[in-house]
């Protein structure tokens, strides 16, 4: 059996990186991003990236970082609020920007990975993100065509892996990671926990190690909170 276990991200990414490459990268916000090998990756110095990503991170947190030193030519994402270094990189026009509907995004990714070049779909029918694309009529409704992507690296962020490298995500980690992890031509997967291989619940399972290429243990995490909402705790 191939070598899937490496030391850390560096290493698990070596001979992967090219400058102008696609990387579709799991995670929801700051929730279950791969850190570690978004780190590499910042420390390779490739550039003119392609990034497939629900969000951009936030200011030098996840994403932020590669958009911090100016090594992503183009983002397609569905949600960017949150960065300022993006918006200011958008607005200034020295970064490409496809938005794409959250769920469209997730299918397009699992569409991708099933060997599916397209799809369509009734979202963003009459919205600029149907400027430019096929539309078709259905038993009277209009579709707008779009199509799967496939990248050429998948970095993912797990919980557990088995040293067979299959793969569970915890609670919104799952979010992105799952379709990210198939539609990349290689994956490399960074987990919080190595366990033997037959401790996981077969029906547990999230991503089989099939589609796992490499996989490294990251922990431990210093896991963030985008926004922290409290109230006053009230006199006892």
Same mark, same amino acid.
């Given at each position: 059996?191939?070598?899937?276990? %490496? *030391?850390?991200?560096?290493?698990? #990414? ?12 799991? $995670? ?10 978004? /780190? ?12 497939? !990503?629900?969000?951009? $991170?936030? /200011?030098?947190? +996840?994403? +932020? ?13 569905? %949600? ?10 958008? #607005?200034?026009?020295?970064?490409? @920007?496809?938005?794409? *509907? ?9 569409? $991708? ?12 029918? $009459?919205? @600029? ?5 096929? #539309?078709?009529?259905? /038993? ?7 199509? +799967?992507?496939?990248? /050429? ?5 797990? =919980? ?6 299959? @793969? ?19 994956? @490399? ?9 037959? !401790?996981?619940? *077969?029906?547990?399972? =999230?991503? *089989? !190690? ?10 431990? %995490? ?15």
């Amino acid at each position: 059996m191939a070598r899937k276990i %490496y *030391p850390d991200a560096s290493a698990a #990414l070596d001979g992967l990186l090219f400058d102008g490459m696609t990387i579709a990268a799991g $995670g929801f916000g700051l929730c279950g991003i791969p850190e570690r090998l978004i /780190d590499a990756i910042v420390e390779s110095g490739v550039k003119d990236l392609t990034i497939a !990503s629900n969000n951009a $991170g936030i /200011d030098n947190v +996840g994403l +932020g970082k590669l958009l911090r030193t100016r090594q992503v030519k183009k983002m397609i994402s569905s %949600y960017v609020g949150e960065n300022k270094e993006f918006e200011r990189q958008f #607005l200034a026009g020295e970064l490409e @920007v496809e938005f794409c *509907p959250q769920g469209t995004l997730a299918e397009r990714m699992r569409a $991708g990975g099933a060997g599916i070049p397209g799809f369509y779909t009734k979202t963003g029918v $009459g919205t @600029v993100v149907a400027e430019g694309k096929e #539309l078709k009529e259905f /038993d009277g409704d209009t579709y707008v065509l779009e199509r +799967g992507i496939v990248a /050429d690296l998948a970095i993912v962020k797990g =919980h557990k892996a088995d040293e067979s490298g299959n @793969v569970t995500f915890r609670k919104t980690a799952r979010n992105f990671n799952q379709p990210a992890a198939t539609c990349g031509k290689v994956c @490399v997967v960074e987990v919080e926990e190595m366990v033997a291989t037959g !401790s996981l619940d *077969p029906d547990c399972i =999230h991503l *089989p !190690s099939i589609y796992v290429n490499r996989l490294i243990v990251g922990g431990p %995490y210093d896991k963030q909170i985008e926004f922290r909402t409290t109230r006053t705790r009230e006199a006892a």
